[in-house]
């Protein structure tokens, strides 16, 4: 989709420059064609950064994006690990969150400015790549708020008919019990270190 608004884009710069090359001194005449020319010089540059920063976003969404950095390897792999209690390998072979965009989905704060925030933080893990020295395993930049799980399993049948969700589920919903009290693997590193995977696919 957004390869498609991208090629568009550039179409219709090349024709706008092919139209107005040969006359623009003809053009430059007429008021309102002045008018079109400063709109299209404006209109089109900006069109670009839009989409450029539009392909920017959807692609750093991406599961496959989130996982090329070293640092993030084995939470990727993580995925595939054999292990009922963790969380983001059975949220991703069981397909309860999109595969493409698994990462994106858990991490991201459902909020007017959830995405913006979560590409602020990646940006400081992209410079902790290339400035300085991750961690291992990586750290939280705050503690996981429980809005990211409640979101989509708060009225879920599943979740709903479980008693401990019941009994906290005021102290669940203003954070003031973590989810992860209980939930404790997030990732399991260590099925990634003895190789415990999923027979079912390969990471």
Not at 14 to 24: D, N, R
Not at 31 to 57: D, E, W
Not at 105 to 113: I, L, N, S
């Amino acid at each position: 989709m957004e390869t498609a608004v991208l090629i568009v884009l550039i179409v219709a710069a090349l024709v706008v420059v092919a139209a107005t090359w040969g006359s623009a001194a003809h053009l430059l005449q007429r008021r309102l064609a002045l008018v079109v020319l400063l709109l299209a010089g404006v209109a089109l540059p900006l069109g670009a950064s839009a989409t450029g920063v539009f392909v920017g976003v959807k692609r750093s969404s991406r599961t496959s994006f989130c996982v090329e950095c070293h640092e993030m390897t084995a939470y990727g792999q993580s995925l595939f690990v054999d292990n009922p209690d963790a969380l983001s390998a059975v949220h991703y072979q069981k397909r309860l969150i999109s595969r493409d965009e698994t990462c994106f989905a858990c991490h991201t704060d459902y909020a007017m400015f959830g995405d913006v925030k979560a590409k602020l933080n990646g940006l400081l893990h992209v410079w902790v790549h290339y400035a300085g020295e991750a961690e291992a395993p990586l750290k939280l930049y705050q503690p996981y708020p429980n809005h990211n799980c409640l979101h989509c399993h708060d009225d879920a049948r599943s979740f709903m008919e479980v008693d401990d969700h019941q009994t906290e589920l005021a102290k669940l919903r203003d954070d003031t019990t973590s989810c992860l009290s209980c939930h404790e693997v997030g990732h399991d590193l260590a099925g990634v270190t003895t190789k415990n995977f999923w027979l079912g696919a390969t990471p």
